[in-house]
């Protein structure tokens, strides 16, 4: 026969009896002819036997019938990998005792290492092969052609995820989902008929010599043509994204300014030290190592093998979006204090994870700390993560509060830089908070042209403070003016041992919707009890737990607790439905119409009158708060709150209840 050129040495194998190549030739083999029974496979045993890849017997058959063991199929696919004498030196001294201790015979201890190196074959797989008897000498089943295409796609670095539609096999229902993929990467790569043998896979069927020959000689010619680098090798940089573009994870990494691409699969490894991780695990700003192979894909990099975190700690600083009792939620980025944002533009990234907290996290507050079920959505938090990627310190900066502390520093702003006041707070350190802008032509806020008009003219250091702030933005000096007004009932309430600025304990209160608050009871505080003659009852906080009580607040500092009778409170959303105007055309009357109850003894659709002089739209959608006398509102409170369009079409589905209506004026605040 004509010896064809192969430019790389594949492992001789492929012969149960003895894995030395044999004296008989190709041409010599008895059972396979040219023009006989196993035509079909006849070039391709012809060429391999010329180059000592496959054999066949003393007796000068081939056995092209005879099924290929699990071990042989390794060897194969170690000749094709084609792996460096130091890949294979590391991977037997990791993986030789395993193979050892699972029966491997001694001759595929380095193709069988190779492959758990690499990730084709795992320690489970290989523990299931030995509960199956597929190893060893003595071993006594065969691999099926399920396994045997998903272990050379593997080897080959085909894609898990290929075109199914290629697969026309006749009993394609019944070929497993996990193949599925795999073999229908290697019809599109050539290897493996679309249309099976006689139009069916028969993937419970063992592989045999003569298909094993075809499939060794087409892999290796797909490895050639396509000029897939089947050598690993490694690179380092700064995980940039890590994410799932066109139903494929990808991971992108950048060391230098130059950006890398790579696809990740099922066998990809995952590393922190010494702990096993998963793709769950890379976060952008993280330090890896990742080794990798070409693919013959130009759009990426390569396919990762192993991907191993060098070092996670990093600062950052973003948005709360959830938290547990161990971890919370945050889209974030990269946090340079030097070149700090003062957060009234909002932070842009797209990089949203969980973080886990250590044990000892520390978390603080304005300089109080807090616990991570204090955390709340919006809520901007700035962290540092440990080589793990653990949380070991955070600041949290809410939407709305307030905080109080001496003056240590205050700077003028510039075109480009917003003045500052720095604060020491109760955790003794130093906080910086912004104010306005200096732009010479416009003195509209929040801008200043000078300093006469600077947000902190009258203050100086030494001196202590309270600011209001949206985040780190001040927005008024001083305490606020006007008070929110919350109802609610007291789900939680404690005394300090010792006064903190003032506040003598802390209530929690779930108002409307299920949400729970925390609030601060001080010194000042006043109480109340509608519910009795008392003016101003005497009680310890722990004994209000569990009341419905009304709070007029400053920030988060409770000025009036007022107890109220739970069957008197009403908190929920309404809906301007009817509109009409007095014969003076001065006062009007409006219907609203319960959308979702919160509490009180109102249900959906129950109906309200009421006349004032403030505006209303009609279907406008309002949050009424306050109390109810003999089935009448008494007093409420009125938030306008956004609803999405779908929110109230799900309202309209219902029938009315009995209309209550009350000639009553009542008393309206606006929020």
Avoid at 157 to 167: A, I, Q, V
Avoid at 593 to 608: A, E, H, P, Q, T
Wanted: glycine share 6%.
């Amino acid at each position: 026969m004509n010896s064809k050129k192969i430019n790389k040495a594949l492992s001789i194998g492929l012969c149960a009896a003895a894995l030395v190549p044999s004296v008989v030739s190709a041409k010599e083999f008895k059972d396979v002819k040219q023009n006989g029974g196993f035509a079909w496979a006849y070039e391709y045993i012809d060429e391999l036997s010329d180059k000592g890849i496959i054999d066949g017997y003393p007796n000068g058959n081939f056995e092209p019938d005879r099924p290929v063991s699990l071990e042989e199929t390794f060897q194969l696919l170690k000749g094709i990998i084609n792996p460096s004498s130091s890949e294979i030196k590391d991977a037997v001294s990791k993986y030789g005792s395993l193979c050892d201790d699972m029966g491997v015979s001694s001759w595929a201890k380095e193709p069988i290492s190779v492959a758990l190196s690499r990730g084709i074959i795992t320690d489970y797989d290989l523990k299931q092969a030995k509960d199956k008897d597929l190893l060893g000498p003595k071993r006594t089943t065969y691999p099926d052609r399920n396994t045997v295409s998903v272990y050379f796609a593997k080897g080959l670095n085909l894609s898990e995820s290929g075109d199914e539609s290629l697969l026309k096999h006749n009993d394609k229902n019944s070929i497993p989902n996990v193949t599925k993929g795999y073999l229908a990467s290697l019809v599109k790569a050539g290897i493996f008929d679309a249309t099976g043998s006689n139009g069916y896979f028969k993937g419970d069927r063992h592989i045999r010599r003569s298909e094993m020959a075809k499939i060794t000689k087409l892999s290796y010619d797909h490895a050639k043509n396509v000029g897939i680098d089947l050598e690993e090798k490694t690179i380092d940089g700064k995980v940039i994204l890590a994410t799932t573009l066109n139903n494929l994870d990808t991971i992108i990494t950048e060391k230098d300014n130059k950006r890398s691409q790579f696809r990740v699969d099922s066998s990809t490894i995952y590393k922190m030290k010494d702990k096993t991780v998963s793709f769950k695990d890379i976060k952008p700003e993280q330090e890896v190592k990742i080794t990798y192979v070409k693919n013959g894909d130009d759009t990426v990099t390569g396919l990762a093998k192993k991907i191993e975190i060098i070092n996670s700690e990093k600062n950052l600083i973003g948005y709360v979006t959830d938290s547990t009792s161990d971890s919370f939620t945050v889209k974030y980025k990269e946090y340079d204090k030097d070149k700090l944002e003062t957060t009234e533009d909002k932070i842009k990234t797209t990089d949203n994870a969980k973080f886990k907290l250590e044990k000892d996290a520390k978390i603080y507050k304005y300089g109080k700390k807090i616990n991570e079920k204090d955390l709340k959505v919006d809520d901007i938090i700035e962290f540092a993560t440990n080589a793990d990627g653990d949380v070991k310190e955070a600041y949290v900066y809410p939407e709305k509060g307030s905080v109080t502390g001496k003056i240590t520093d205050i700077t003028e702003g510039t075109s480009s830089k917003r003045e500052t006041i720095t604060l020491k707070l109760d955790d003794d350190k130093k906080y910086t908070f912004y104010g306005k802008k200096n732009k010479d032509k416009d003195s509209d806020n929040p801008f200043y042209s000078s300093k006469s008009d600077s947000l902190f003219k009258d203050l100086k250091e030494g001196r202590e403070v309270t600011l209001q702030l949206n985040y780190k933005i001040v927005t008024k000096i001083g305490k606020e003016n006007t008070s929110d007004y919350v109802l609610g009932k007291i789900t939680e309430a404690k005394e300090y041992d010792e006064s903190e600025r003032g506040r003598i304990g802390y209530i929690k209160i779930e108002t409307n919707k299920n949400r729970e608050e925390k609030y601060y009871i001080t010194k000042d505080t006043k109480f109340k009890d509608d519910t009795s003659s008392a003016k101003n009852p005497q009680r310890r906080i722990e004994d209000l737990k569990g009341e419905t009580v009304k709070l007029v607040l400053d920030g988060d500092d409770i000025e009036t607790l007022t107890k109220i009778d739970k069957n008197s409170a009403i908190d929920a959303v309404a809906q301007i439905v009817r509109t009409k105007t007095d014969d003076k055309g001065y006062q009007k009357e409006y219907t609203i119409k319960i959308l979702d109850k919160g509490y009180g003894n109102v249900s959906r659709g129950d109906k309200f009158t009421f006349k004032t002089e403030n505006d209303f739209d009609k279907w406008e959608v309002i949050r009424i708060t306050g109390q109810m006398y003999k089935g009448d509102l008494e007093e409420i409170y009125i938030e306008h709150i956004e609803y999405e369009d779908e929110e109230l079409d799900r309202y309209n589905d219902f029938n009315y209840s009995a209309s209550k209506k009350s000639s009553n004026d009542y008393k309206i605040k606006w929020s």
